[in-house]
């Protein structure tokens, strides 16, 4: 018995390594989780941000007659395409009614937290630089 052998067996390793396993994975699942939430919470204050910006932009530019209007989108395809500007046309009508949130006209960022450009569509009785926003109310029915 003089002979005793010194250091980890090949199974005490194994074990080690089993504990170290399932101690890192039940850390893992928690950080997961809180990565997720900060991704939800930065991509709401994007959206905050560009609500907010879009509010500041109608307060802004007026049309001719001094009417309030909203930025146009920023087109998915075509000349100008995806550059986070505005696509207006020459007669102040939108390009696009449907397209990217123009984050270079309003100063917001460009993406999500998940690096996905914001979306954004308008109405034309919004966003006609021609005629401002055009407010047409629907009658009550009785």
């Known amino acids: 018995m003089a002979n005793k052998s010194r250091g980890f067996t090949l199974v005490e390793l194994a074990i080690v390594l089993f504990i170290i ?36 932009y109608a307060l802004s530019h007026r049309d001719s007659t001094g009417k309030p209007y909203l930025p146009c989108p920023d087109q998915h395809n075509g000349a100008g395409a995806r550059d986070g500007e505005e696509d207006r046309l020459a007669d102040g009508r939108c390009a696009s009614v449907v397209g990217n949130l123009p984050w ?4 917001v960022a460009e993406v999500d937290a998940w690096g ?15 005629r401002g926003i055009v407010h047409n109310p629907v009658p009550a029915t009785q």
Request: proline share 4%; charged share 15%.
């Open 116 to 130: 996905n450009r914001l979306g954004y569509a308008v109405s034309p009785d919004y966003a006609d630089a021609g």
């Open 21 to 56: 396993t399932l101690l890192l994975g039940g850390m893992l699942t928690p950080l997961s989780q809180q990565i997720a939430e900060r991704q939800n919470s930065d991509t709401r204050h994007a959206l905050e941000s560009a609500r907010t910006a879009l509010a500041g």
């Open 104 to 107: 270079h006209t309003l100063g």
